[in-house]
């Protein structure tokens, strides 16, 4: 089963508003991170936010975190057109080795 | 510094045929690991490797994938007896250690015809 869900699915939006993406996971985790994938390509780390932070900025990205309720959510202000892709949320588990990928949100950022 | 590779970017094969799927990984890089991504789809974990431990393969979906790695550093992902569904893009990440941030190659896709 899927350990990280993001929501929405595919989220369109105009040029210059905000993207928020969200996920939310089961089992208790060591960090949580965000990978972009662009069409065709490979995988881009964007942040990485640990258990024990609840807020994190990198740039146009604003990271939370709720240990609570099991979610994080992905801010992306002031969104261009190469912000166009897939986003996806990444636990680490805290029990396991490896990530788990959560199967992303499809973001389009129209001109 | 170079970045984690992956060879060879495309493979066209046959039903049946074994392929093999090479990753290098970023220098000093201790922990290994390898996906599959099918069209439109996440990610799905296959295996991975940290140091000198025993590789965690909870992810290979049948006996007929296998993989190792020698010398703590190059990997190669083994299909045997290819079947279609096997049709993916391979994605090859490494990290300093367990957990911390993967970095990705550009994958392999296969294509089992």
């Known amino acids: 089963s899927q350990q990280g869900e993001e929501d929405p699915q595919a989220l369109s939006i105009q040029e210059g508003e905000n993207a928020t993406m969200n996920c939310s996971y089961k089992?208790?985790?060591?960090?949580l991170q965000w990978y972009r994938q662009n069409s065709g390509r490979g995988l881009v780390h964007l942040i990485l936010i640990r258990s024990n932070e609840r807020e994190k900025h990198s740039g146009r990205l604003r990271v939370t975190l709720d240990t609570s309720k099991k979610s994080s959510s992905l801010l992306i202000t002031a969104s261009r057109a190469a912000d166009t892709a897939s986003y996806f949320c990444v636990t680490l588990p805290g029990s396991a080795r490896q990530l788990t990928f959560g199967s992303g949100t499809q973001l389009t950022v129209l001109p | 510094g170079a970045g984690v590779s992956q060879s060879p970017s495309n493979k066209v094969t046959e039903k049946g045929k074994d392929v093999e799927l090479r990753c290098d990984p970023i220098s000093g890089h201790t922990a290994l690991y390898w996906y599959r991504q099918s069209l439109g789809q996440g990610l799905e974990f296959l295996i991975y490797f940290q140091g000198n431990s025993a590789p965690d393969k909870s992810g290979l979906p049948s006996d007929r994938f296998s993989a190792e790695r020698t010398g703590g550093s190059v990997s190669t992902l083994t299909i045997q007896r290819t079947q279609q569904e096997d049709s993916a893009v391979y994605l090859c990440?490494?990290?300093?250690?367990?957990?911390?941030?993967?970095?990705f190659g550009p994958g392999t896709r296969l294509l089992v015809l």
């Open positions: 089992t208790s985790i060591n960090n």
């Open positions: 990440a490494s990290s300093t250690t367990a957990g911390e941030t993967q970095y």
